[in-house]
């Protein structure tokens, strides 16, 4: 083999490294696009599965009120297994993050529950996650 043909067999080798190792690297397919339900008023199954619910319960002493968020609406309630599940849940007042938990595939549900100061807030948003079905947003109104 002369030199020419043992640089370019080099090269494709190291080639084929750096692209294995980088698929190594790179996450679980994550399918991040904003997802809107066909009629908010009217969802289907799927979209009942994916929408978070948010509940605000009472504020306690300090000031700070609970807001539960579980994504599935009606009864539905969003699976958690190897191949489908909620990765991220966020809570927003008024356009601020208040926070972001991330959850791993069957051993946590996608339901999560921040204590928010609410004083001055109008809106919460609840945005979430699915792996396969993109981000699912749903708001509540104070």
């Known amino acids: ?40 008023k009217n969802l289907d199954k799927g979209e009942l599965k994916h929408t978070p619910l948010i509940t605000v319960k009472e504020k ?8 539960q968020i579980n994504v599935g609406q009606g009864g ?10 909620i990765d991220f849940i966020e809570l927003y007042a008024n356009d601020k993050r208040v926070g972001k938990n ?20 109008r809106v919460l948003k609840a945005r979430a996650g699915c792996n396969l079905h993109g981000i699912w947003t749903s708001t509540y109104n104070l």
């Open 76 to 85: 539905i309630n969003h699976p958690s297994t190897p191949d489908h599940w």
């Open 1 to 40: 083999m002369n030199r020419r043909n043992a640089l370019k067999m080099a090269g494709v080798a190291a080639l084929a490294v750096t692209v294995g190792a980088e698929a190594e690297m790179a996450p679980a397919h994550m399918n991040r696009t904003e997802m809107q339900p066909k009629d908010p």
């Open 60 to 67: 306690d002493e300090k000031g700070y009120t609970l807001v």
């Open 102 to 121: 991330i959850l791993e595939a069957e051993i946590s549900r996608g339901a999560t529950a921040f204590s928010v100061k609410l004083d001055g807030v």
